[in-house]
């Protein structure tokens, strides 16, 4: 994946957490395609994953990052559709993108 590519997929999603990925990722931060060799994970797999972490950030009285509960809806909503995992980190935030399996947009974005 290219850099173009990432931000064409991110500018598709009008998130706050989406905005502010491509506006970090505009500005030079590095980015990575997690599962570039591997198979994309099932959406169902990663929001029983990332629903458990926020439930749990929840109840021990921790402040979940930006947009993870959004992203938990987005990846419950996308079912059993195929993603792909992204990250951009830039020196003030770190964040971790999920992509259609065509990598054509982003189905959930936190950070």
Not at 92 to 106: G, K, N, P, S, Y
Request: with cysteine.
């Amino acid at each position: 994946m290219i850099r173009s590519d990432l931000e064409f997929a991110l500018a598709l999603d009008d998130s706050p957490s989406a905005r502010a990925a491509l506006l970090a990722l505009r500005a030079g931060a590095a980015f990575e395609l997690l599962s570039e060799g591997h198979q994309a994970a099932s959406a169902q797999q990663l929001w029983d994953i990332w629903a458990f972490r926020h439930q749990t950030m929840l109840d021990t009285d921790v402040t979940p990052r930006p947009g993870l509960a959004e992203a938990v809806g987005k990846l419950q909503a996308a079912g059993t559709s195929l993603v792909h995992l992204a990250k951009i980190t830039s020196s003030q935030r770190r964040f971790v993108i999920f992509l259609a399996e065509d990598l054509t947009h982003c189905i959930a974005c936190m950070g």
